[in-house]
């Protein structure tokens, strides 16, 4: 820090008169690592006195840190209340600044859990005149704090209160509010302040703002309203594991366990991916919901818990299906598929073993379990798969891919070999080209473009020899026939 900045912290009036006399320019001058000028400065430290020379010696009152904090912002996080209420009061400071991320005073209030300062923020956002007046005749007034601004991730200061679980912050925000339309207000992710309370693992803060619009149009719009990826409040409890904020939303609104969200996912494809059993059981035992139902890509539980390993609880979606069926998705592949794709090997040879699955089975395009082993670079599994279970090291999908190329895409080298060495599969142009699309100087490159300039050598060589062989056979038949002509002669 300069001396101004230093005088300007420890609230040194005189001194700071005598810097700013004899150097003017000092009263601008910024603080290296943060940009605080003196009159941030004294934000900061609360130094009320220092602020009130510094503007009368006409400081830029719009100045701001490296961060695009400004005063107001300084004095709400570090809760000075005296000098904020100094700056809006004299109508010094704009309270609906925003910093470099969009937040206003009101978002930093929230975030820095400074209730008294919220209160007195909200305070100015109402004119001083009946509310119930306003409500009467439905007319929003300009206010000067603004309720319901914004930031850079698109939250309200709603959002934030919600998402940190600052009830009673909430409380004080829905009563600044003349109409619950601020309860429906989307971010950037198309979440409402209730998806955020709910993913945040606030029951208190979710069952407080529903019952704040109890009996309203706003109460179902909020049970329903689905973020970008399609998700209600139904979906976010489950995704995150909140059982009991889940069966309280079950039992104010019953049809929400139905809901779908963009992928076509029931709240059960939703609970497999959480790899929770305990909800799992739930919505199967006490919902109803169907275990094997397929979203928008034929995807099935089975194959999410395929993909994420979990044997315990793909057990028991296999047990609650009558039918020996192996789902397929869209593309035709199984969960064995997807295991083998994921490195999951305990789940693909369950698969195998208790379920009878076949690796061998192709999906729409001819790609089989093997294909998938070799993509995911599997060598162990690769090896059980081609030496105990004697699968089709040969085989290709539609396109003409062979085992190779998944190989060669999975960038092991010890595999790619073995496909070699072991089983003579035969290296291809687009083999190489997958290869040095993943890695241009890999060992698994340069060992495939080896293979083929030597696979290509000696099929030269061996046209080279033929045509050598030829020769000699057509010299030695023209020898022949000049003894038969001489003879005959």
């Not at 603004?146 to 309200?156: A, I, P």
């Not at 990826?229 to 995704?239: L, M, N, Q, R």
């Not at 999410?304 to 998705?329: H, M, W």
């Amino acid at each position: 820090m300069a001396p101004i900045h230093l005088a300007c912290s420890n609230g040194r009036l005189n001194l700071i008169q005598y810097i700013i006399k004899h150097v003017p320019s000092s009263l601008e001058l910024l603080v290296r690592g943060h940009g605080h000028t003196p009159f941030l400065t004294a934000v900061y430290f609360n130094q009320l006195e220092v602020i009130k020379y510094l503007i009368s010696k006409k400081c830029n009152l719009s100045a701001t840190d490296d961060e695009g904090s400004g005063a107001v912002h300084i004095s709400v996080e570090r809760g000075h209340l005296n000098v904020l209420k100094y700056l809006i009061d004299n109508n010094y400071c704009n309270p609906n600044a925003t910093d470099h991320q969009d937040h206003t005073p009101l978002h930093v209030a929230v975030a820095a859990n400074k209730d008294e300062i919220l209160e007195y923020l909200l305070s100015k956002s109402i004119p001083s005149m009946s509310i119930v007046w306003l409500r009467e005749i439905k007319c929003l007034l300009d206010s000067p704090v603004l309720n319901n601004e914004q930031d850079k991730d698109g939250n309200t200061p709603l959002h934030v209160a919600c998402q940190r679980g600052r009830q009673n912050m909430v409380s004080l925000l829905l009563k600044a509010s003349l109409s619950n339309n601020n309860l429906l207000i989307t971010n950037k992710k198309g979440q409402t302040p209730l998806h955020l309370a709910v993913a945040s693992g606030h029951k208190d803060t979710a069952e407080a703002l529903l019952s704040s619009v109890t009996g309203s149009s706003t109460h179902h719009d909020l049970l329903t309203a689905t973020d970008n990826e399609g998700s209600t409040v139904f979906h976010i409890a489950c995704s995150n594991g909140h059982i009991d904020t889940f069966l309280h939303f079950c039992s104010i609104y019953p049809d929400g366990i139905n809901t779908l969200d963009n992928r076509k996912r029931t709240i059960l494809h939703v609970a497999c991916e959480n790899e929770n059993m305990e909800l799992v059981q739930l919505v199967i035992y006490n919902c109803g919901l169907d275990p094997e139902a397929s979203d928008k890509d034929g995807i099935t539980c089975m194959h999410i818990l395929a993909e994420r390993g979990n044997t315990t609880i793909l057990q028991f979606i296999k047990d609650q299906i009558v039918s020996s069926y192996i789902p397929c998705d869209d593309n035709g592949r199984t969960p064995l598929h997807y295991a083998c794709l994921f490195n999951r090997n305990e789940m693909a040879l369950y698969l195998i073993n208790s379920c009878h699955y076949n690796p061998d089975d192709p999906d729409n395009n001819g790609y089989t379990s093997v294909h998938a082993a070799c993509e995911a670079g599997n060598f162990d599994l690769i090896l059980q798969f081609l030496t105990e279970l004697c699968c089709n090291a040969l085989a290709e999908t539609h396109d003409k891919k062979t085992l190779l190329y998944f190989a060669s895409k999975s960038s092991n080298l010890e595999l790619v070999r073995f496909l070699v060495d072991v089983f003579s599969i035969k290296p291809r142009p687009h083999d190489i080209d997958i290869a040095q699309s993943v890695n241009p100087d890999s060992s698994v490159v340069k060992y495939l473009q080896k293979v083929y300039d030597d696979m290509i050598f000696d099929m030269m060589e061996e046209e080279k020899r033929m045509k050598e062989t030829h020769r000699e056979k057509h010299e030695q038949q023209q020898q022949t026939d000049i003894q038969r002509q001489d003879i005959t002669s």
